[in-house]
């Protein structure tokens, strides 16, 4: 059968959902992120809330993984 199932979206797949996820919930809350490929192995995210152009340093988050969807993960945790 050709049928996708739950076990199919390990892998790149299911990195790219939880960083769409975490994006659209950093969004929802009016916060900017950046997102920096530090090195081959290594990716840097850093999370700044603030509102109406005024950002506070004191609400910034930065989280480094091996990808993306963990640096996203790892600084939105630190965030909430």
């Known amino acids: 059968s050709n ?5 199919d ?4 797949a299911q990195e790219a959902w939880l960083q769409y ?3 659209e919930a950093i969004r929802a809350r009016g916060w900017y ?7 081959p192995d290594s990716t840097e ?3 700044r809330r603030g509102g109406e152009g005024y ?14 969807a963990e640096a996203l993960l790892i600084a939105y945790l630190a965030a909430i």
Not at 9 to 12: A, K, V
Not at 33 to 39: A, C, G, V
Request: proline share 6%; hydrophobic share 40%.
């Open 21 to 23: 996820c975490l994006q």
């Open 3 to 7: 049928a996708i199932t739950y076990t």
């Open 33 to 39: 992120y950046s997102i920096w490929n530090t090195s």
């Open 55 to 68: 950002i506070n340093p004191d609400f910034m988050h930065i989280g480094e993984g091996k990808n993306e």
């Open 45 to 47: 995210v850093i999370i």
């Open 9 to 12: 979206l390990f892998g790149p």
